[in-house]
């Protein structure tokens, strides 16, 4: 089986890892990212690696394009453009083989739910322009794969943590810091989670949009506080949110608050999360990293 990775990033590159596991051990990953350094340890991992920035056509994709049955699709669009599709579409809608698409959005599509809990069936009403992006380009997606005749699941990740990207990683280089918006709540996907839905997706054909979330939204200090606890590492203080020194774009992710439900994908593939919470999530990566350290 042959999968192409627009965008192989964090997420998609361990789907493809989970692919080969429960799908098939000889598959042949191809895909594109946009720096040197990334390319050359991507390289050293066993994947094809081709140059995309998304502003001219990739130069050599032509081929493993041709030889995709999976695609993942998982680069940002920009000003309401998918950049896959807006450079490689022809490639695409010719590639003979190709049977199934997989496009990676965000809970960021739904906007400020006030809290309350909501599901794929929510209206669209997003908050930013990054997010509104994001509309854009699942529709964009929707009207491709309808046009080919192939199905296509989009995938609505919330935020992502995992190993090398998790609350550890934050305490220890000094940028978690915990922010006290009373009320606020967000939802939270373990990479490996979304590595296996994808995977387990991609074995089925699966078509549809499908919030990957976990079951517990929680307060942003909470995942800082338990990882205090298990580790030992130092607590930052409380930091009230109107006084926080936050970025635009970090602010931003203040102004939505929601519960989503990801019921729809548990029911599609008959399965339970990995990681349901951020708890059990934070657990696994501190085992793992222990036993790093003891090898």
Request: contains cysteine.
């Amino acid at each position: 089986m042959n999968v192409f990775i627009f965008g192989m990033g964090y997420s998609a590159v361990a789907a493809a890892r989970a692919m080969r596991e429960l799908i098939d051990p000889d598959l042949v990953v191809s895909g594109t990212t946009r720096t040197r350094e990334k390319a050359d340890r991507l390289l050293r991992t066993g994947l094809k690696v081709h140059a995309f920035d998304g502003r001219a056509p990739g130069l050599m994709l032509g081929a493993d394009l041709k030889n995709a049955e999976k695609l993942i699709a998982s680069v940002p669009p920009k000003d309401g453009v998918d950049p896959a599709l807006q450079q490689h579409r022809k490639d695409l809608a010719a590639s003979p083989k190709l049977e199934w698409i997989c496009y990676y959005s965000t809970i960021g599509v739904y906007g400020d739910a006030g809290g309350a809990w909501i599901d794929e069936k929510a209206p669209l009403v997003p908050s930013s322009d990054r997010s509104a992006d994001r509309v854009a380009a699942e529709q964009a997606w929707r009207d491709f794969a309808a046009e080919k005749g192939i199905p296509l699941a989009i995938f609505r990740l919330a935020g992502i943590y995992g190993p090398g990207r998790s609350t550890f990683d934050k305490m220890r280089d000094g940028s978690a810091r915990r922010i006290i918006k009373p009320g606020q709540v967000f939802n939270r996907i373990h990479v490996d989670d979304i590595a296996r839905l994808t995977a387990l997706a991609a074995r089925q054909n699966l078509s549809g949009t499908f919030n990957i979330t976990d079951d517990e939204p929680a307060a942003p200090q909470d995942p800082i506080e338990y990882a205090s606890k298990l580790s030992g590492l130092p607590l930052p203080d409380e930091v009230p949110f109107d006084e926080a020194d936050l970025s635009d774009m970090a602010r931003s992710f203040y102004d939505d608050c929601k519960r989503v439900s990801n019921a729809a994908i548990k029911k599609a593939l008959g399965v339970e999360l990995l990681y349901p919470s951020y708890r059990s999530g934070l657990r696994a990566i501190f085992d793992l990293e222990a036993r790093q350290e003891d090898q």
